[in-house]
């Protein structure tokens, strides 16, 4: 079983009855101690329950997050993981833990302050109305997003409408969306979903193969200059590139049903 460090059992045997709408918020966090203040600032007006889960950032994010995790102790829980396990490791402790407590959704939402909040209810208002779908940010870039990362989007883009055999993911690698907690642990528990850079588009993949609608909101993402990125060109590329072989063979399985579902549309 592909289990983030101290996913709790109940993940194993969840329901796929969804109960009412109960959405929560999840940062996977990593050593953005500089953004996380102002984030969580942002987020605290909707007055949704939030689990930041601290990557393994180790001694230099301890106390900004130890001094957040007190002021707002009230709607603010903080995991941390021993080790760092990679961001998909730490979404899916998040949404454990949430789904644990009675939440039905979890809004993922990155840590770095790139995310446009004042989206959020426009994706929980999308979730809502179709609460078995998984909801997802497009993003809108400005001028302070990097052409190599920009136009390098696209690549992915074409590989994922290939996995699927269809244009219903517009896309697959924006960081901030709201997942149907029961079924979202029920295909990473499958074993088959990366934990690093590949954790968003394969676990947006894996979920369309089972039938889950994709829906998208446009949104608004900007690069801050003093930005942290993790992304390490070489060792990511090749891991999402291995990602996509993987999904490839994956579709190539589920072919004929993937066709099936092309012919009713």
């Known amino acids: 079983m592909n289990t983030a460090d101290a996913l709790l059992p109940a993940a194993a045997v969840i329901s796929t009855r969804l109960a009412p709408f109960r959405p929560c918020i999840v940062i996977p966090f990593y050593r953005h101690e500089r953004a996380i203040a102002a984030v969580i600032d942002r987020l605290k007006p909707f007055g949704l329950d939030c689990w930041i889960v601290d990557d393994g950032s180790g001694a230099q994010s301890r106390p900004t997050l130890h001094a957040i995790a007190t002021r707002e102790s009230t709607w603010l829980h903080l995991h941390r993981l021993a080790q760092n396990r990679g961001k998909g490791a730490a979404v899916m402790s998040g949404c454990a833990r949430a789904l644990a407590q009675g939440f039905t959704h979890a809004v993922q939402i990155d840590a770095d302050g790139q995310h446009d909040i004042a989206d959020l209810p426009r994706l929980l208002e999308c979730a809502r109305a179709q609460p078995h779908a998984l909801v997802t940010g497009v993003p809108r870039f400005d001028a302070s997003v990097p052409p190599?990362?920009?136009?390098?989007?696209?690549?992915?883009?074409?590989?994922?409408?290939?996995?699927?055999?269809?244009?219903?993911?517009?896309?697959?690698?924006?960081?901030?969306?709201?997942?149907?907690?029961?079924?979202?642990?029920?295909?990473?528990?499958?074993?088959?979903?990366?934990?690093?850079?590949?954790?968003?588009?394969?676990?947006?993949v894996r979920m369309f193969w089972r039938g889950v609608r994709v829906l998208s909101v446009p949104t608004q993402v900007t690069y801050p200059v003093d930005g942290v990125s993790h992304f390490r060109m070489l060792r990511d590329n090749l891991r999402l590139t291995w990602m996509h072989l993987r999904l490839i063979l994956g579709m190539s399985m589920r072919l004929p049903r993937l066709l099936f579902g092309r012919s009713r549309q």
């Open 148 to 204: 190599l990362r920009f136009y390098g989007r696209y690549l992915t883009h074409f590989w994922v409408w290939v996995e699927t055999l269809s244009f219903e993911i517009r896309d697959s690698m924006c960081g901030f969306r709201v997942y149907p907690l029961s079924t979202t642990l029920s295909v990473w528990d499958e074993g088959d979903v990366g934990r690093r850079m590949d954790f968003d588009t394969g676990i947006m």
